[in-house]
């Protein structure tokens, strides 16, 4: 979907969004027509993955990228994931959506390793809906099994709303999806409500600072301090740190001097299609 994304943008800006328009119809309508043309695309090539390059602060290697849907539709044109996975979250096609870009991943990521590409950790993002589904830890497993990455490793981001179902269970399950060799990253850290405690009993290799407390992080007092908590924090408990959103020079600098270990943003890159993260990123080992 990448070529036809640069066309929608240009052609969907005006006239194009006929009886979708949000002036024409009620929102609830749009909902349901977006449901209803989400569930059609997915396995057309409407839907693909982006890939936002992951980059160690010290070394300014790339080290991971981070997998984020894309939809093109082809009258509506480009449609955010924020606007579309939040629905689907309501709608319960979320855990389709959700196993389709899993299993997309991990075909790219058997590609790559084929291909004889740095071998990185891809992160997949899990939805609340996802993780609380019963069958995620043996869906993985088959998952993983019929395909061979070699040193590429597979990371699922999940958000403190998880922490919200039964902990236990949550417990358990983060730690089944570790022993098979998946790491697991806590999104959006700052923003949700769980306890503190929870970090200790949840098996995680890593805490993602939200873009919300980067934005600002060198000017505003309480965001460094923020950054800087979230940082020692997460070192105290053995987890490595990554900041979302960096945009700016100073932001990275700030970052640094905080210890932050990795960054991820358009000061280094935006999401770019499998074919551009390959080219500009992922260059062969040995050559
Ligand atoms: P997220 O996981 O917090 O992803 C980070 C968002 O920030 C992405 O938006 C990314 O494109 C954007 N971003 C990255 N760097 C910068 C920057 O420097 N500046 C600015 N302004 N933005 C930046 P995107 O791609 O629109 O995704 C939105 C959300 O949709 C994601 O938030 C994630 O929660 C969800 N999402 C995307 N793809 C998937 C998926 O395959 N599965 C699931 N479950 N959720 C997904
Ligand atoms: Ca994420
Ligand atoms: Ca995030
Ligand atoms: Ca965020």
Not at 58 to 70: C, D, F, K, P, V
């Amino acid at each position: 979907c990448a070529e036809k994304a640069l066309s929608a943008t240009k052609t969907g800006g005006g006239g194009g969004f006929t009886f979708f328009s949000k002036q024409l119809v009620p929102a609830s309508a749009r909902l349901l027509a977006l449901e209803n043309e989400l569930r059609k695309a997915l396995n057309t090539d409407q839907v693909c993955l982006h890939y936002q390059p992951q980059i160690d602060i010290h070394s300014g290697e790339i080290i991971g990228a981070e997998s984020l849907m894309r939809w093109i539709h082809p009258e509506m044109g480009f449609i955010s994931p924020g606007e579309f996975i939040p629905l689907a979250e309501e709608t319960g096609l979320m855990v389709q959506i959700g196993k389709w870009s899993i299993r997309s991943v991990l075909r790219t990521v058997q590609d790559w390793h084929r291909r004889g590409l740095t071998p990185i950790v891809v992160a997949v993002n899990l939805s609340a809906r996802q993780f609380a589904q019963d069958d995620l830890v043996a869906f993985m497993a088959e998952s993983l099994a019929e395909v061979a990455l070699g040193d590429f490793r597979i990371e699922l981001e999940i958000t403190e709303s998880i922490a919200m179902g039964d902990v236990e269970t949550t417990v358990r399950k983060l730690a089944d999806l570790r022993a098979m060799g998946l790491m697991v990253a806590l999104d959006d850290f700052g923003t949700g409500y769980s306890s503190l405690s929870y970090l200790k009993r949840f098996h995680l290799d890593k805490l993602k600072i939200d873009k919300s407390f980067v934005d600002h992080v060198a000017e505003e007092p309480e965001d460094s301090a923020i950054a800087k908590a979230v940082i020692e924090m997460g070192h105290a408990l053995g987890l490595k740190v990554i900041a979302e959103g960096v945009e700016t020079q100073t932001q990275l600098d700030y970052l640094k001097t905080l210890g932050c270990d990795e960054i991820q943003g358009y000061y280094f890159s935006k999401p770019l299609p499998e074919a551009e993260i390959v080219d500009k990123w992922l260059a062969r080992v040995n050559s």
